[in-house]
């Protein structure tokens, strides 16, 4: 009975973000902000390890092919397809949750029990509104920019590593990545991408702002955020890929 609580209350959450709003100046200037430390700040992890992902990928899809009759360029071709259809969008969500999820929970946490929500709240604004909204704007925008930096970084990666241990020639690798390429799967990613950053930044805004307590319970609520976020991705993949590729 807990479990459809919550998951009734997450809705009656969601309904609260467009009731009452504020001015579209104001979420202009708080989209911005939200858009700066969200996109900015996990640029640097995205990238190091979207590029070693890339990388550890080109190696064992090499040590696994083992019959001379495979060409080489099969190793770019899976690298491709493993980065766009999952590494890319699924891998990086999990980090996202755990980078961006966490910080969106205990930031609202923190606000929640040191009553400057309610503070808000007297002033006559919708707190969820106010401050969530942005915060999910920001992310389903920057989101599916990190992830095609991720997409890129992962293929270079490989592109790198091949060329330094001899792997992979350069023009196999890069034939190989344009051998038989599907336009859809990058849609499909930029889709999953768009649905896994509202899963994320939501989930993880309804944990912190409903955080009861003191600073053990916005912990208690930062790790919520970010395990419950990671199965619901997880599920939305499963059935993303279901729906779409069916």
């Known amino acids: 009975m807990k479990f459809f609580y919550e998951v009734g209350r997450y809705f009656i959450f969601l309904r609260s973000l467009f009731i ?23 640029l640097f992890l995205v990238v190091l390890v979207s590029t070693f992902i890339g990388a550890v990928s ?12 495979i060409p080489r360029y099969v190793i770019a071709q899976v690298v491709r397809e493993m980065t766009v ?18 910080s969106m929970a205990g930031g609202l946490g923190t606000m929640r029990i040191t009553e400057q929500i309610d503070a808000v709240e007297v002033m006559g604004i919708n707190s969820i509104s106010y401050l969530v909204l942005p915060k ?23 592109y790198l590593i091949g060329a330094a241990t001899g792997i992979i020639t350069p023009p196999e690798y890069i034939f190989g ?22 899963l994320i930044s939501s989930i993880s805004s309804f944990k912190g702002f409903y955080t009861q307590g003191g600073a ?18 997880l599920i939305a993949d499963y059935l993303l890929a279901q729906l779409l590729l069916a």
């Open 216 to 233: 053990l319970e916005v912990g208690i609520a930062t790790t919520g955020a970010v395990t419950n976020s990671v199965i619901a991705v």
């Open 20 to 42: 009452n709003r504020e001015s579209f100046k104001t979420y202009y200037h708080l989209v911005l902000e939200e858009c700066l430390s969200i996109g900015v700040g996990s």
């Open 85 to 102: 259809l999952e590494l890319a969008p699924t891998i990086m969500a999990i980090i996202y949750a755990g980078k961006v999820g966490s």
């Open 136 to 158: 999910i704007i920001a992310s389903v925008l920057m989101y599916p920019l990190l992830v095609v930096i991720a997409g890129f970084c992962s293929l270079f990666g490989g």
């Open 58 to 69: 080109t190696v064992q899809t090499a040590y696994n092919l083992v019959s001379p009759l």
């Open 177 to 198: 990545i344009r051998f038989v390429f599907n336009e859809f799967t990058i849609t499909f990613a930029l889709i999953k991408s768009v649905a896994f950053a509202f």
